[in-house]
């Protein structure tokens, strides 16, 4: 009270009442010495003028990605074994239920934010359209030479071997504004994916039948939230999946001579497999709820912290589409069939350990370097400047 009057006795008029600016407390909190003298920083923390810190990425979702791939790349080459061994064969259908899904929700889990922006749609195009393209027509000329099949044509319509999923990630993230407006989208995906197994009709245009029967893969990791991953990381869970996948394996022992491994491929329809269409029906109903048991299970496993590998993360997807080339390389050589201990237990651990080291050397930062050209070039010439960016940049100039 003796501030607002003067000492003549003339009133001093009050300030006016102001919000508090940002960082400062309001008057009803108790500031500490450090808070009264510190400049006043921006709502998101950082000091003002000093430039923002970079996003931290978050170990663990590098690391499943790089587990994932890694399986991915050793299931690849327990294919040309799983014909004269039933173990490997086991091992070949229990991997293959989870790896790619594991893969899929992550890369659905991390398009929550994607909303036709022009940015967006931008590394859209560069990150997923342009390499698809590019991978393509590679794979096609690698196929002429090293297969000896100079008619093989060149198709953008029809992905050959690894390319299908840069077809089916570019398909699923256009229409992620569409599973964020309806209210059940996981059982809309699933209802998609058992209508595209039991559709002989849609044929083999840009694999259309993975796109859709890998869906709700997608569509689940895109409806994830952090805490579901907090859950599956849980002591407990990471206890129950040993069980769990060791019931998995003996149950790909007893299957494997009686079931044929192309469901997991999930590229046909039942009816193009010889099987009637309620078949093609319970079987994406029971493989989606096996893949997602297991991809919890997996989950459940991958370190939380940062590891040796946690860097090799970020480039799975050259570890992914690199690793093609002597994947079919030793199939069109045929190293299989002309080295036959390959097919011995050494020679099957020997595979697995090779194909898990080729891949990882081809996530590792030297190869992104060498690659970015391809797999995330920059391709300014091909966009439009973006007003709102020039407007900035005129703004900072003047």
């Known amino acids: 009270m003796t501030n607002s009057v003067h000492p003549h006795g003339h009133r001093t008029p009050l300030p006016p009442v102001q919000a508090p600016a940002s960082g400062v407390p309001t008057p009803r909190a108790h500031p500490t010495p450090q808070a009264a003298t510190a400049p006043p920083t921006p709502a998101d923390g950082t000091a003002k003028g000093a430039p923002k810190p970079a996003k931290q990425r978050d170990a663990f979702f590098d690391n499943a990605k790089y587990l994932a791939i890694v399986l991915v790349a050793m ?6 074994l799983t014909d004269h061994s039933r173990t490997a064969e086991a091992l070949y259908m229990t991997v293959y239920t989870f790896h790619m899904p594991a893969f899929i929700v992550i890369s659905g889990y991390f398009s929550r934010s994607f909303d036709m922006r022009p940015d967006r749609l931008k590394r859209l195009v560069t990150g997923v359209a342009v390499p698809y393209v590019i991978f393509e027509v590679a794979y096609t000329f690698f196929k002429r030479w090293a297969d ?21 990630l570019f398909v699923w993230r256009l229409t992620v504004p569409l599973w964020k407006l309806v209210r059940w989208p996981v ?8 209508l595209a197994v039991i559709s002989p009709d849609i044929g083999d245009d840009l694999d259309l039948q993975r796109v859709l029967q890998f869906l709700p893969f997608f ?18 869970v990471r206890i129950l999946s040993v069980p769990v996948f060791a019931c998995a394996l003996l149950l790909a022992y007893w299957a494997a001579p009686r079931m044929s491994s192309v469901w997991f491929y999930r590229r046909d329809s039942a009816q193009e497999l010889g099987f009637p269409w309620w078949i093609g029906v319970m079987m994406t109903l029971a493989l989606f709820g096996c893949s997602v048991i297991l991809t919890a299970c ?19 997807l050259y570890g992914y589409l690199l690793h093609g080339f002597l994947a079919k390389g030793s199939r069109f050589g045929g190293w299989f069939e002309e080295y036959a201990w390959l097919h ?12 898990a080291t080729v891949v990882t050397l081809l996530c590792t930062p030297p190869v992104q370097r060498m690659f970015r050209f391809a797999m995330e070039p920059k391709m300014e010439w091909a966009f439009k400047r973006d007003a709102a960016q020039l407007a900035r940049e005129r703004a900072k100039s003047s």
Request: one cysteine or more; aromatic letters at 14%.
């Open 75 to 80: 299931a690849h080459s327990w294919e040309p």
């Open 148 to 168: 000896d099949d100079p008619t093989q044509p060149i198709s953008l319509l029809d992905p050959w071997y690894l390319t299908w999923f840069l077809v089916a």
């Open 187 to 194: 059982p809309l995906a699933l209802a998609v994916a058992t």
């Open 219 to 236: 569509v689940l990791g895109l409806c994830m939230k952090p805490e579901h991953f907090q859950l599956v990381r849980r002591r407990e």
């Open 298 to 316: 997996f989950f459940a496993w991958v370190p939380r912290r940062k590891m040796w590998f946690t860097v090799l993360g970020a480039g799975t």
């Open 344 to 355: 011995k237990p050494a020679g099957e651990i020997f595979v697995t350990v090779v194909a």
